[in-house]
C-alpha cells in the first residue's frame, strides 16, 4: 500500500512539474515549420519537392524532430561581462509582488523533529541554494500554506523514481531544509497557484516516514550535525608561539605566484610543529582546509575564467565545500554522496579530485561531447549554476556557458519568462538523439556581453573524467 501511494504521489509531482519548457506546442509546431523551410533553403543539395516521395518525407520528418542546426558556437569570448550578474538571483520572471517574510529559523543541530517532505523530478537542494517554485498541486499548495503559517520551513528529498538508468531507485535518506522567504497566492482561471523562493538550510536524515490523510509526507527527520576536526599539530604547537603563525599579505605577486607564495608562508609558519612529528607537513596540507579551498579556488579559475569573484563566495570551509557542490554538473548520486559527507574537509577532498579529473561535458544519454570545462562561465552571482523554473513548474539546474556544439535549436527565440532579463532563449537538443540539453540564450541590446551564451540543464549533462590510461569514462 505504502508503494501504490509512493507511485500516485510521484504521478502528482510529474502533472506539477511538467517538462513542457514553457512552450506552446501550437506555437512550437508554427516555429518547426518555417525552421524547415529555412533549413531546406539553406542545404546546398537540391531539395526534392515532389510530397510523394517517400525519401523527402522522411527527410522533413528528421527535421522537425531535431530542429535546426545550431551555427553559433564559435564566438569571441567577451573580456568584460557587462551583464548585471545581481539580476538573475532576483527570479524576477516569478513576478515582484511576491510577499517577503523576515528572520531565519534555526533547527537544534542533532535534534529530531518532523517535517512535510517535498520531492520534485530532478531536484537534489544543497545549503545555502536557492530553491525557485511554481505550484499548481492543490495539495502541495495547502501544505505550503500550513508551512509559511508556522516556521516557514520544509523538507526537501530526492525523487528516487528520477534516477539515471544502472542507479538505485530507492529513496535517499538524506535532505536538506528549505526555509521560505516569499511568496504568493494567486489564482489562474480559477485553478490556485503558488510562487515560492526558498533557501537550503540543513542536511538532515530520514528516521522515518508517514503520509496523512490529505496525501502529504511527513518525516521525521535528526538534522546532522558538521563535524569539525580538531588542529591535528594542537599537541605538538607551543601557544607562546601563536603570533610567528601569522601569514603576512601578499600585496606584490598576483594570481597563481600569490597562491603559491601564500602556501609557501602557510607550510613555513603555520606546519612548522610538523617537523617535529613522524608525518611530513605535505600530509597535513591534504587535510588542511584552507589549502584545500585554495587548490579548489585554482581549478574554478581555468573553469569559469575569472568570471567568478571569490570574495563573494563563502569563506567557511562548510559553507564554501556546498557552494562548490551546488555549482558544479554532477549526476544526481554523485550530488547525493557529498551531501552523505559531514565532514567539510573530506567534502572539500571529494570535490577537488572531482574538479582535477574532469575536462568534458557529455550528454547523459548518448555520451555525445557537448562542452568543455573551459566553457563553463558565470551569469549570476550565484554562481555558474543556479536553479530555476519554468512557467511549468518543472526545476532546473542550469549551467551557463560561453559555447557548446553539437546541439541542434528547436523554435524561434523568446523573451518570455527569461530567466536572464535582456536575453532571449531558444530550446537546444542533442544533436545525436535530440535529448533536450537547455537552451541558447541571446540577447536582445547590443551593448550586452556576452551577446550569447548557452544554458545547459544539470540532468542532460554529464562530467567526463580522464583515466590512468588518457581514456575518457563518464560516472
Known amino acids: ?183 504568493k497566492e494567486e489564482e489562474d482561471s480559477g485553478v490556485e497557484t503558488m510562487r515560492i523562493k526558498a533557501t537550503g538550510r540543513q542536511r538532515f536524515q530520514i528516521m522515518e516516514t508517514r503520509r496523512q490523510a490529505d496525501g502529504i509526507l511527513i518525516g521525521r527527520v535528526r538534522i546532522i550535525t558538521e563535524s569539525v576536526l580538531p588542529d591535528p599539530l594542537e599537541g605538538a604547537r607551543c601557544s607562546s608561539h601563536d603570533r610567528l603563525r601569522l601569514i603576512p599579505p601578499l600585496k606584490q605577486a598576483k594570481g597563481v605566484e600569490r597562491d603559491m607564495a601564500w602556501i609557501k608562508q602557510r607550510r613555513k609558519r603555520y606546519l612548522r610543529p610538523a617537523q617535529w612529528t613522524w608525518i611530513p607537513p605535505w600530509v597535513y596540507e591534504m587535510y588542511d582546509a584552507e589549502v584545500l579551498m585554495l587548490h579548489i579556488k585554482t581549478e574554478l579559475k581555468s573553469w569559469f575564467e575569472d568570471s567568478v569573484k571569490f570574495d563573494t563566495v563563502p569563506s567557511k570551509p562548510s559553507d564554501f565545500s556546498f557552494w562548490v557542490a551546488s555549482n558544479i554538473p554532477l549526476a544526481d548520486s554523485q550530488r547525493l554522496k557529498l551531501l552523505e559527507i559531514n565532514c567539510p574537509v573530506q567534502r572539500l577532498r571529494r570535490e577537488l579530485d572531482i574538479l582535477r579529473k574532469c575536462t568534458l561535458l557529455h550528454c547523459t544519454e548518448c555520451g555525445l561531447d557537448i562542452a568543455n570545462k573551459s566553457d563553463v562561465f558565470s551569469m549570476s552571482l550565484d554562481g555558474p549554476m543556479a536553479a530555476y523554473v519554468n512557467p511549468g513548474g518543472y526545476v532546473h539546474d542550469t549551467l551557463t556557458l560561453y559555447s557548446a556544439h553539437n546541439l541542434n535549436l528547436v523554435g524561434r527565440p523568446t523573451k518570455e519568462n527569461s530567466w536572464f532579463p535582456g536575453y532571449a532563449w531558444t530550446i537546444l537538443q542533442c544533436r545525436h538523439c535530440t535529448n533536450h540539453m537547455g537552451w541558447k540564450f541571446t540577447a536582445v541590446k547590443r551593448k550586452l556581453k556576452p551577446e550569447m551564451f548557452w544554458g545547459l540543464t544539470r540532468s542532460a549533462v554529464q562530467p567526463g573524467f580522464k583515466d590512468t590510461q588518457d581514456q575518457l569514462h563518464l560516472i
Open 1 to 183: 500500500m505504502a508503494d501504490d501511494m509512493d507511485d500516485e504521489d510521484g504521478r502528482m509531482q510529474e502533472e506539477e512539474g511538467r517538462e513542457d519548457d514553457g512552450d506552446d506546442p501550437e506555437e512550437l509546431d508554427g516555429d518547426l515549420d518555417d525552421d524547415i523551410i529555412q533549413e531546406d533553403e539553406d542545404d546546398d543539395s537540391p531539395a526534392e519537392e515532389d510530397d510523394d516521395n517517400n525519401e523527402g518525407l522522411l527527410r522533413r520528418l528528421r527535421l522537425h524532430i531535431r530542429g535546426r542546426l545550431d551555427r553559433d558556437r564559435v564566438q569571441k569570448r567577451p573580456t568584460k561581462v557587462t551583464y548585471d550578474a545581481s539580476l538573475p538571483t532576483t527570479h524576477s520572471y516569478l513576478g515582484n509582488d511576491l510577499e517577503e517574510y523576515s528572520g531565519r529559523t534555526v533547527l537544534d543541530e542533532d535534534s529530531y523533529v518532523s517535517l512535510p517532505l517535498l520531492h520534485l523530478p530532478g531536484v537534489i537542494l544543497v545549503p545555502g541554494q536557492t530553491l525557485p517554485l511554481h505550484l499548481f498541486n492543490q495539495r502541495i499548495i495547502s501544505m505550503m500554506k500550513h508551512v509559511i503559517q508556522n516556521n516557514r520551513t520544509f523538507g526537501m528529498i530526492h525523487d528516487g523514481h528520477n534516477m539515471q538508468p544502472g542507479h538505485d531507485e530507492s529513496p535517499a535518506n538524506i535532505g536538506t531544509t528549505a526555509e521560505i522567504y516569499s511568496a
